[in-house]
């Protein structure tokens, strides 16, 4: 049986691979230093893009490419100066 440190680094590689990051992704560490044999896996949180790529990956649907920050940066400009809000 692997540890439960193990287990999380597997699922941040699985994850990894197919294009998710959760960066809260950790062994829960008050369940750690309890006297359980396996700590719980605290999953964290993370924006809406991350959620949605989660989403698609578990589906198996395609995941879109993450933009880059000059992509984001270039398309929050686009909607400051077309003065509405991104549907």
Same mark, same amino acid.
Request: proline residues 8%; charged residues 25%; contains cysteine.
């Given at each position: 049986?692997?540890?439960?440190?193990? &287990?999380?680094?597997?699922?941040?590689?699985?994850?990894?691979?197919?294009?998710?990051?959760? =960066?809260?992704?950790?062994?829960?560490?008050?369940?750690?230093?309890?006297?359980? =044999?396996?700590?719980?896996?605290?999953?964290?949180?993370?924006? &809406?893009?991350?959620?949605?790529?989660? &989403?698609?990956?578990?589906?198996?649907? =395609?995941?879109?490419?993450?933009?880059?920050?000059?992509?984001?940066?270039?398309? &929050?400009?686009?909607?400051?100066?077309?003065?509405?809000?991104?549907?």
């Amino acid at each position: 049986m692997r540890s439960t440190e193990e &287990v999380v680094a597997l699922l941040r590689e699985a994850l990894g691979g197919v294009g998710v990051v959760l =960066p809260s992704l950790c062994v829960d560490p008050v369940t750690g230093a309890g006297k359980e =044999p396996f700590a719980l896996v605290q999953l964290g949180r993370c924006n &809406v893009r991350t959620a949605e790529r989660l &989403v698609a990956a578990l589906r198996g649907e =395609p995941l879109a490419p993450v933009p880059t920050n000059e992509q984001l940066f270039a398309r &929050v400009r686009e909607v400051n100066r077309e003065g509405r809000l991104p549907r």
